[in-house]
Every structure is written in structure tokens, then in C-alpha cells.
């Protein structure tokens, strides 16, 4: 009985050490597996991650080939459009070129007949003087207005004269001295009758003939009175025309000096007289200015030249 009880206990430990062999073996088999199975699991995100990877750089593949498509086509429009510029800038450059020609041929066909034009003038204008025939020096002073309405070069200075000679040949031109329904008064300052001037003679006239001309025109009665004088220190001769006529509104002061510009339509003229005037001097460094006369209603018009 004993002995069978040793047996029973013996064979007991012998199967419980080899069941917690058998249950360690299969711990062991398991932890494997499951490793084995994490390790599958993470190959699996591995490979999901690079195909995701592989799926975006092929979309970003797919859309830089797209860009590059529309680069190339604008790109060739690029072109295009350079080749048209290309095209068109030379077009433009020879028509440019012919235009220049042309401009150069006008500005010295211009030119000779500005020349031819002058000179034919002068002959006339010598006749005039000559044979006393003032119509026809209105008429000559007018023609030469013509390019001293917008006229910007500079006029040549080439005589030497007494300042009181460009007053006395204004006088003549406009006939102001011979007017019944005005009194004319013309003063010549003591200085001014002895000092000399360098200007051109014919041109300063014609502007001081205008300022005459104007205030004739615009004065019905009354008088025009025409100052003539000198200032050493500022170097200038200086001519006052004024007179007891209708006036300027002071918003019109400097617009009176516009070309084809009339403030009063029942005067006959072109409206030029005043810009050819102020032209003519500002061309011989000079300048006309405008001022309300000092007594009552009337103008004054002040020319002023260089000495």
C-alpha cells in the first residue's frame, strides 16, 4: 500500500513537471507567434505606408506633368507673341523712320520757304517805307504775325538803336497820332531819348504796334497815352500803353494772351495781336504784361526789352 502511494505521488510529480514543461514549451510557442505576428503587422504598415507614399508622389508626379504641359504652352504663346512684338517693333521702327524723313524734308522745306518768305517780306516792307503806303505795311505786319503766333526760337538781336525809334515807327504803323475822336499823347523820358538799345528793330515794333493796335480798338473815346522809359539798374526799356477804353474782367487778365482768343465780338480781328505782342518779346528776352489802368476804366499794356 505503501509502496503504491510512493508510486502514485512519484507518477503525479512526473506528470505535473511534465504538463508545466508542456505549458512552458507553449507559453514560448505563443510569445513567438505573436511576435512573429507583430513583426507581420508592422511589414504591413510598412509596405500600406510606401504605397501611400508611392500613390502621393505619383499624383504630385501626375500634377507636375500637367504644369509642365501648360508651362510648354505658354511657353510656345510666349513665343508667339514675342515673334509678333518682333514683328510689329519693325514695322513701327521703318514706318518711324519714313515719318522722319518726311518730318526732316517738311522742316527744311519749311525752313527755305520761312526764308524765301522773309526775305520777299523785307523787300516789300522797304517798298512800303519807301513810297509811304501804310496799307500795305498793315498788311505785310500781318502776314508776318503768322509765325510769331506759336513761334518758340529765339529772335536774333542785330540792331543797335535809340529806344525812342521802335515808339516812333509804332506810332507810323498804327496811325495812332492820326486818330480825330482820340488824344494821343506819346512821352519820351529824358534818359530814354539817349539810350541806346540791342534788339531786333523790325519785331520789337510790330509788338508795341499791337499793344497800339489793341488799344485802339477797344477805346471809342477818351485817350491813349503811350510812356517811354528806361530802368538802368533792371537794364530794360520799357513802353506803357494805356488808355480809357472798356477794360479787361481780372479773370480774363491772362487769358486775353491766348491765341484766337476775343473777349468782345463786335471788335473786329482774329484774336492774335496780344499773343503775338507777348511772343515777340518773351523771343527777344523781354516780356508784355497787363495791368487796369490807374485812373477809371481803360488797360495798360507794358512792353518791356533788354538793353
Known amino acids: 500500500m505503501f509502496y503504491a502511494l510512493i ?13 508545466f514543461f508542456q505549458m512552458k514549451a507553449a507559453r514560448g510557442h505563443a510569445s513567438e507567434q505573436q511576435q512573429l505576428l507583430n513583426d507581420y503587422q ?5 509596405q500600406q505606408k510606401l504605397l501611400d507614399d508611392y500613390r502621393a508622389l505619383e499624383k504630385n508626379f501626375d500634377s507636375v506633368g500637367e504644369g509642365y504641359e501648360q508651362a510648354l504652352l505658354a511657353f510656345d504663346k510666349m513665343e508667339e507673341d514675342t515673334q509678333k512684338l518682333k514683328t510689329a517693333n519693325e514695322t513701327l521702327e521703318k514706318r518711324c523712320n519714313v515719318l522722319q524723313q518726311q518730318n526732316t524734308q517738311l522742316t527744311e522745306g519749311a525752313q527755305k520757304a520761312g526764308e524765301i518768305t522773309a526775305q520777299a517780306l523785307g523787300e516789300m516792307r522797304q517798298i512800303a517805307k519807301e513810297t509811304g503806303n501804310t496799307k500795305l505795311l498793315a498788311l505785310i505786319g500781318k502776314i508776318s ?3 510769331d503766333i506759336n513761334g518758340q526760337n529765339a529772335i536774333v538781336r542785330t540792331d543797335n538803336i535809340m529806344v525812342a525809334q521802335i515808339a516812333t515807327e509804332a506810332i507810323a504803323a498804327s496811325g495812332v497820332d492820326k486818330i480825330t475822336y482820340l488824344k494821343f499823347e506819346n512821352s519820351v523820358a529824358e534818359d530814354a531819348s539817349y539810350t541806346m538799345l540791342h534788339t531786333n528793330l523790325q519785331k520789337a515794333v510790330r509788338a ?8 485802339l480798338k477797344f477805346t471809342t473815346e477818351g485817350s491813349v497815352k503811350l510812356n517811354v522809359s528806361v530802368d538802368m ?3 530794360l526799356a ?6 480809357t477804353g472798356s477794360g479787361i474782367a481780372a479773370e480774363d487778365a491772362e487769358r486775353i494772351f491766348e491765341p484766337y482768343v476775343r473777349l468782345n465780338q463786335y471788335f473786329d480781328g482774329m484774336g492774335v495781336g496780344l499773343t503775338v505782342a507777348r511772343n515777340i518779346a518773351r523771343r527777344l528776352e523781354g516780356d508784355v504784361t497787363y495791368a487796369p489802368a490807374q485812373t477809371g476804366t481803360g488797360s495798360c499794356f507794358t512792353l518791356t526789352l533788354p538793353i
Do not use: C, P, S
Open 7 to 19: 508510486t502514485f505521488i512519484v507518477l503525479t510529480v512526473i506528470l505535473g513537471l511534465g504538463l
Open 42 to 46: 508592422r511589414r504591413v504598415d510598412e
Open 145 to 147: 504775325d503768322v509765325e
Open 208 to 215: 508795341l504796334t499791337h499793344l497800339l493796335d489793341n488799344a
Open 233 to 235: 539798374d533792371k537794364m
Open 238 to 243: 520799357i513802353y506803357t500803353v494805356e488808355d
